[in-house]
């Protein structure tokens, strides 16, 4: 499988974007999906995961209330949608996939698809 994340952009603090993360080769419907995050010199962060195998997800608590994960089988795509962005939300944005029939957490994440650069301005 492949995963492509995109949506990135710059906005003001406040600002909404809504990544999408979209995959060929695989159904996502069968994985748990995770959204991380890097921002320069510090280290990969998990900001959340969505599971349709079981329902079970996870939010970071510094996105709670801001970010929520939504997913479109048709289409094959997981969504991040983000509001009320903030500076510290900069970063480049990864998905990835779990194991097969897996839940939030699952026992690894792979498929790390390229990234997508979000800026906020202050």
């Known amino acids: 499988v492949q995963l492509q994340a995109s949506g990135g952009g710059l906005v003001q603090t406040g600002g909404s974007l809504r990544l999408t993360c979209a995959a060929s080769?695989?159904?996502?419907?069968?994985?748990?999906i995770g959204w991380f995050r890097q921002a320069p010199g510090k280290e990969r962060e998990g900001v959340s995961c969505?599971?349709?195998?079981?329902?079970?997800?996870y939010l970071v608590d510094s996105v709670k209330g801001r970010f929520t994960t939504a997913r479109d089988n048709a289409k094959n795509t997981v969504y991040l949608q983000m509001n009320n962005l903030k500076p510290e939300d900069t970063a480049v944005y990864y998905c990835?996939?779990?194991?097969?029939?897996?839940?939030?957490?699952?026992?690894?994440?792979?498929?790390y698809g390229q990234g997508t650069q979000v800026t906020v301005s202050s």
């Open positions: 969505f599971s349709a195998v079981d329902g079970s997800s």
């Open positions: 080769g695989s159904t996502l419907e069968y994985s748990a």
């Open positions: 990835a996939s779990g194991e097969l029939g897996s839940s939030c957490p699952p026992v690894r994440y792979s498929n």
